[in-house]
C-alpha cells in the first residue's frame, strides 16, 4: 500500500493575498488614460490605434490592460498612471465674457485654463465649452471619463442658461421654442421657458436644454428673430453657479457634489475626495 500523501499546507494570508489572479487588479488602458484627464476614451482609442501610446516600451494595442506600475508613453512622453482608483475632483470656474475654452488661442485670447490652479499629476479636462460672448458655470475635472460622459447628448443632462433678449417672448415663440425648431444641425428645443423679470425692451428668461450642441441656445432665439444682448449658464446638471462666485474665479467642489455629478453622468464609483467645506477653499487665487 502506497503512503497517503500529506496534505499542503495552507499559505499565510498575505502569500496568497500576492498570489492572487493579476487580471483581477487590472482595468483596460485608454479608461485609466481618460479617467487620469488625458482625453476622452474614444479620444485615446483613436492614439492607441495611430500607435501614439506605448507601455513598457511596446507599442500599445486595443484592449491592453495595465495596473498602474508600468511605464506608459504618449508621443514619446511619459505620463503618470494611476494605480487603483484615482481620486475624483471636479472644478467650477465662472468664465468671464471674452475667454476662450481652448488650451491656446491662435489669436491671443485669454484662456479660461490660464486663470485655473494646478492639478496634481493630471490636468484638467473641460465638461463643455461656453462660447466666447457667454460667461457662467463651467465644470473642470481629473476624470476624463466623466467629462465625457456629462458632455455626451445619451446623458440628457439639464444646462440652465439666463438670457436677456431685446424682445418680449410672445405666446407663439414660446410655444415654438418648447415644440421644437428646425436648425442646421437638426431639430432643437428648450425644455422649460421661465420669465426673470426685466424691462419692456430687456426681458430675462431662464431656459433649460438638455444637449450641449455649439451656441444652441443663441440659434434657438435667433431662428425666431429674437436677439440675445447677454447669456449666462447658471446650471449644469446639479451644479448651479453660486451667487457670490465672480467672473475669472474658481471654487472646488466637496464629495457630495462631487458624487450628485457621477451619478448625473451614471457612474456608479464614488468620489474619494473628503467633503470640503466651501467657504475654505481656495477661491480663485490665480483667478484674480
Known amino acids: 500500500m502506497k503512503p497517503r500523501a500529506k496534505a499542503a499546507r495552507p499559505r499565510p494570508r498575505a502569500e496568497r493575498a500576492r498570489a492572487g489572479p ?13 479617467r487620469a484627464g488625458l482625453g476622452s476614451r474614444r479620444e485615446i482609442e483613436g492614439w492607441i490605434s495611430q500607435g501614439r501610446v506605448s507601455v513598457d516600451g511596446r507599442p500599445a494595442a486595443l ?24 481620486e475624483v475632483r471636479v472644478l467650477l470656474y465662472h468664465k468671464p ?29 473641460a465638461a463643455g465649452r461656453l462660447d466666447l460672448n457667454t460667461s457662467g ?13 456629462l458632455m455626451h447628448p445619451s446623458r440628457e443632462v439639464p444646462r440652465e442658461y439666463a438670457a436677456r433678449v431685446r424682445s418680449e417672448l410672445t405666446a407663439e415663440t414660446r410655444s415654438r421654442l418648447l415644440r421644437g425648431v428646425e436648425l442646421e444641425d437638426g431639430l432643437a428645443r428648450f425644455d422649460s421657458i421661465e420669465d426673470a423679470g426685466g424691462g419692456a425692451s430687456n426681458r430675462w428668461y431662464k431656459v ?8 444652441e441656445v443663441r440659434r434657438l432665439w435667433e431662428s425666431q428673430g429674437v436677439t440675445v444682448s447677454r447669456l449666462v449658464r447658471v446650471r449644469f446638471g446639479p451644479i448651479a453657479l453660486p451667487r457670490g462666485l465672480r467672473p475669472g474665479r474658481f471654487e472646488h467642489l466637496d464629495s457630495d457634489e462631487c458624487a450628485a455629478l457621477l451619478r448625473a453622468a451614471g457612474m456608479a464609483r464614488p468620489p474619494l475626495r473628503r467633503k470640503a467645506n466651501r467657504a475654505r477653499m481656495s477661491r480663485g487665487r490665480r483667478g484674480d
Open 22 to 34: 493579476v487580471a483581477a487588479s487590472s482595468e483596460k488602458l485608454h479608461k485609466v488614460l481618460a
Open 208 to 215: 433649460v436644454l438638455r444637449e450641449g450642441r455649439n451656441r
Open 63 to 86: 484592449g491592453d490592460r495595465v495596473q498602474g506600475r508600468e511605464r506608459v508613453r504618449v508621443d514619446g512622453r511619459v505620463v503618470r498612471v494611476p494605480e487603483g482608483q484615482a
Open 137 to 149: 458655470l463651467l465644470l473642470f475635472t481629473n476624470d476624463g471619463e466623466l467629462a465625457q460622459r
Open 97 to 125: 465674457v471674452g475667454e476662450v475654452c481652448t488650451r491656446r488661442d491662435p489669436e491671443g485670447r485669454p484662456s479660461v485654463f490660464a486663470r485655473l490652479p494646478r492639478c496634481p499629476g493630471s490636468r484638467w479636462v
